[in-house]
């Protein structure tokens, strides 16, 4: 049975046995497996983490893996951000707006509301006579974000604390837990 440890093994060594399948060898290469950093044979060495990432099957020698995972640590930050700008500018289908314009999340920050807050939207737009449509209207607004708010979503469709605002100011209620 495979034993881990913490990276404490030797290595190199007569005798030392490998940390994942448990083979004795003589010749034994760190690995990152799995998040721990071990000494693995030959036959082990393709489960390292690393080494997949270099696009080879084996280890390469015991040039000690923990070390080429850290350097990878901002390449893998970088393409985990352009992703999410990738993400983010589909409709788009460019970078250029986020270049230009920069961003700016503060500028219409959703403000914490209050428990059952789409409840309290439907029941005063009905009890004031108005249809989503007309609400949308008076408070400058497309229609589908008065119905993400009373749906209970406002800050998964993204609807702007100047939004709410509005419609606590219109429909006369509170929305806002300050």
Known sequence: MAKYSTGSGGGGGSGDACELCG?????LQ?????GAKLQV???CAPHDDNASRRGSGHGGGGGGGGGTRDASEPNRK???????????????????RWEEQGTDYEKDRLPYLVKGYGDVVAEARQDAGLTADDLAS?????????????EGRAARAGVGGSTVRSLEQVLDVTLVDE
Request: charged fraction near 35%; aromatic fraction near 0%.
């Open 138 to 150: 008076e408070v400058d607004v497309d229609v589908k974000q008065i119905h993400a708010v009373e």
């Open 23 to 27: 083979r004795e060898d003589t010749k």
């Open 78 to 96: 970088k393409r985990a951000a352009q992703n999410v700008a990738k993400a983010l500018d589909a409709n788009t289908g460019d970078s250029r």
């Open 30 to 34: 760190s690995a990152n497996v799995a």
């Open 41 to 43: 044979c030959s036959d």
